[in-house]
């Protein structure tokens, strides 16, 4: 009812209260409705507003006034950039300008995180210590231990012989990329209860979050309302996890101390290169926190893609473990000067990128001071968010851009320019696809989910064969979305799972 309220008779009272003589806004992107203020366009998002219905506005938004138009919330637009070249002028070109966050009126957990730091000196300490700690050479070695665990208990859900199993692999995939990262953020000493709690606590806190928030498009009074009922809740799962993410931490710290296991060897996870930085204890429960959030879910959701699109192209499949057999035997030959060529399955994992990106926008940008940006004004702390999926699906920039072609990353042929890892650097062709975002906020996890993503589909290729639940028809996998932060299968992956015996080619 309030929301109702909020959302319906405000606007019509400012609609008739103020007269619309904005007319020194003319070269801004275009908005649909007149601006008012305070609600901005938001009443027409009716009902709770979702990402899936701000979508939906905005596609046809752009097919009516092109690539960059813009939302008004309160005093300031938000500005949606559906094309490569201007994205690459703002985030590229312009990179300083572009490198600043919108602050929100409730942040929680993300509080003290590198996403929402102000661009400026603790933001880069933080975002370089991160970097290097994913750089490190321990990364491997988790690696390792993570992708057999996966095979492991894929193993054991497939034991049918013959026909194999149907299983829906989601849960498995979702377990194995949270082991691996709670590994590297955690060290790999903490006991499979805490594990099991971090995760339901993740789930449940991610559950509460109203997911428009991440647009900045939701007034502070409609989201008071949207988070009333679920605010109790919130807050208690936000306790229980900063109380069980302080005791691993401790627990960590106690073995640093005593000295345990501090020789060389030893990894340095993420918590120990924090305790060196010298926070506070509500600064690391955060980090950890943006750590696991930035991570998991949208390495997993990337991984179900992947094996979705493999199950449905079976030739595809072949393909790609006849690439890793080429690859593993000439290894063995010409150890060293081999020519670096992309393997297969990078092109596989780009392909999936590029068609399904976990984010379909950036996280929101602002900038620090008004510019213009190709023919637009935008103002300072304007609202600026990059439109991930319209780009890497635009048919000026892909030929036949709805179907899953991974050929399309070998040598000669249309995205052999680009990576996904340093995008932008050379130029706008490098950006006819940005999954991970480019210039200074892009995201610094890009490097290890593209080793993840394609070490784990190389597993999954070389120990099963991946096959319709129907093979007579073949095409059974519904690709259909569901849109949120971040856009899952609408239905989870249901496959039947061969255990090959003709593994041993590859030990
Ligand atoms: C497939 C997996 C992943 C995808 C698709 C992804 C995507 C993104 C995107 C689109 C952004 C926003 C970039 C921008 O606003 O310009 C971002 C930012 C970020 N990501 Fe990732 N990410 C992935 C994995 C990771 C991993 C593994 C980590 C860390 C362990 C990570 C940590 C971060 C952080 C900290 C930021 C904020 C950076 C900043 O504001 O300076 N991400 N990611
Ligand atoms: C496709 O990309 C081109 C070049 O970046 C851009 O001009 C065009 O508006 C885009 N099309 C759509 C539908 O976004
Ligand atoms: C988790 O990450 C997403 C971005 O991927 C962000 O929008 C969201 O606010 C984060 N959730 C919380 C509870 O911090
Ligand atoms: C994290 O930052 C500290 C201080 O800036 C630095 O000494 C340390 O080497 C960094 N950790 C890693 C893993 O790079």
Same mark, same amino acid.
């Given at each position: 009812m309030l929301l109702l309220l909020c959302s319906i008779v405000l606007p019509l009272l400012l609609l008739i209260i103020i007269s619309n003589n904005h007319n020194g806004h003319s070269s801004l992107p275009r908005a649909p409705w007149p601006r008012l203020p305070l609600?901005?366009? !938001?009443?027409? !998002? %009716? %009902? *709770?507003? *979702?990402v899936a219905s701000l979508t939906e506005v905005l596609r046809r938004l752009h097919a009516v006034h092109g690539p960059v138009v813009s939302l008004w919330i309160g005093s300031k637009p938000a500005i949606f950039i559906a094309c490569h070249g201007i994205a690459h002028r703002a985030l590229v070109n312009m990179d300083t300008t572009f490198a600043h966050r919108p602050t929100s009126w409730y942040t929680g957990l993300n509080s003290h995180g590198v996403n929402s730091a102000t661009y400026g000196s603790r933001w880069s300490r933080l975002r370089r210590n991160l970097s290097s700690h994913l750089a490190g050479e321990h990364v491997a070695g988790v690696l390792r231990s993570s992708a057999n665990r996966l095979v492991k208990s894929l193993e054991s859900a497939a034991a049918g012989e013959h026909g194999g199993d149907v299983v829906t692999p989601s849960d498995t995939f979702r377990h194995a990329v949270f082991g691996f990262f709670a590994a590297l953020c955690f060290g790999e000493g903490v006991e499979e209860d805490k594990l099991r709690r971090l995760r339901g606590l993740h789930a449940e806190i991610i559950s509460l979050i109203v997911e428009l928030d991440a647009f900045h498009l939701v007034p502070v009074f409609v989201q008071v309302v949207c988070y009333f009922p679920r605010w109790r809740n919130l807050m208690r799962a936000q306790r229980s996890h900063h109380v069980l993410v302080t005791d691993i931490i401790s627990a960590r710290r106690r073995r640093r101390e005593e000295g345990v296991g501090c020789d060389v060897a030893e990894p340095r996870c993420y918590v120990d290169t924090l305790l060196g930085l010298g926070l506070g204890e509500d600064e690391m429960v955060s980090l950890c926190w943006e750590y696991m959030n930035a991570s998991v879910k949208t390495t997993t959701t990337a991984l179900e893609w992947i094996m979705a699109r493999l199950v449905l192209h079976q030739d595809i499949q072949q393909k790609l473990r006849d690439d890793i057999a080429r690859q593993a035997s000439s290894d063995h030959t010409t150890c060293g000067e081999r020519r670096r060529r992309r393997p297969f399955v990078e092109a596989v994992v780009l392909e999936a990128l590029r068609l399904h990106p976990p984010a379909h926008y950036l996280l929101a940008h602002t900038t620090d001071k008004d510019v213009t940006l190709d023919k637009h004004v935008i103002p300072k702390g304007s609202i600026v968010n990059f439109d991930v999926a319209s780009i890497g699906r635009n048919a000026t920039l892909w030929t036949e851009p709805s179907v899953f072609r991974p050929d399309r990353f070998m040598e000669g042929g249309e995205g052999t320019g680009v990576h996904c890892t340093n995008a932008g650097c050379g130029g706008p062709e490098t950006m006819k696809m940005i999954p991970f975002g480019a210039g200074r906020r892009a995201c610094p996890g890009a490097g290890v989910a593209m080793t993840v993503l394609q070490s784990f589909v190389e597993d999954l290729v070389r120990r099963f064969k991946w096959i319709p639940v129907d093979s007579n028809v073949g095409t059974d996998v519904d690709t259909t979305e569901k849109q949120g932060i971040i856009t899952e299968m609408r239905v989870p992956l249901q496959t039947r799972l061969v255990v090959r015996r003709d593994n041993l080619l590859f030990e």
């Open positions: 609600i901005g366009n !938001l009443f027409f !998002l %009716h %009902h *709770t507003p *979702t």
